[in-house]
């Protein structure tokens, strides 16, 4: 299984603030990346795909970069609704997760 | 809008069965993988199965391979997990999920909660 390390597991930020987000592969992904949010006692909603595609609805503020094995989602301009935990996933082989981080407001 | 709507959770003993059911609308499903996807309290996430658009195909991880089975009816939308031989490692918020063109999640189900426990 490849192996998804997220850093950091918590984090917190003020508003207006950017901030990132990393993700390590255990092997080379080839992109294979998607970021994920999710809000407290709601399901998960999609980011990104392919490590920088923006997904359907989601605010031009998040962003994702990387390649090989090293990857990260920025958010610009911190709003008040991005509190929220966020997760990493793989798929260039079966999906796996990252661990998560948690994000709050300073 | 695409929606997913779980049923089927609830408390279950060691080593018994349940099976959840997953009602799809807002899009053809019979023209997109779909999967399964749990998160135990306050933990991450975890893939559990993958079908393929017609059901000929399916995938798990080891931690359920044998004992979970994953099946869709395209005629009604719908997508199905059949949980046997539960432990208590099971215990856990399970979302219905349709991939995306790739093998990402583009949309979640709300989820439904399994518990095993005696």
């Known amino acids: 299984d490849i192996q998804m390390t997220q850093s950091p597991a918590s984090l917190s930020a003020s508003l207006g603030e950017t901030v990132t987000i990393e993700c390590r592969a255990s092997e080379d992904i080839y992109n294979g990346l998607a970021w994920y949010q999710q809000k407290p006692g709601k399901s998960p909603q999609l980011l990104i795909y392919n490590a920088n595609s923006l997904h359907t609805g989601v605010p031009s503020r998040f962003s994702g970069s990387g390649s090989g094995t090293q990857y990260s989602l920025k958010i610009n301009s911190l709003q008040s609704e991005d509190v929220a935990s966020y997760f990493c996933?793989?798929?260039?082989?079966?999906?796996?997760f990252g661990g998560g981080t948690k994000l709050e407001l300073k | 809008e695409v929606q997913l709507v779980e049923s089927g959770g609830g408390l279950v003993q060691p080593g018994r069965s349940l099976k959840l059911s997953c009602a799809a609308s807002?899009?053809?499903?019979?023209?997109?993988?779909m999967a399964w996807v749990r998160q135990a309290p306050k933990k991450g996430l975890e893939w559990v199965a993958t079908?393929?658009?017609?059901?000929?195909?399916?995938y798990y991880p080891d931690s359920v391979k044998g004992r979970f089975t994953i099946s869709r009816d395209n005629a009604k939308s719908s997508l199905y997990l059949q949980m046997n031989s539960l432990k208590s490692e099971d215990t856990a918020t399970y979302y219905c999920a349709r991939h995306g063109v790739g093998r990402w999640f583009a949309y979640w189900g709300q989820g439904t909660l399994v518990t095993v426990s005696s």
């Open positions: 807002g899009f053809t499903f019979s023209n997109y993988y």
């Open positions: 996933q793989q798929y260039y082989n079966y999906p796996t």
């Open positions: 079908i393929s658009t017609s059901g000929s195909r399916t």
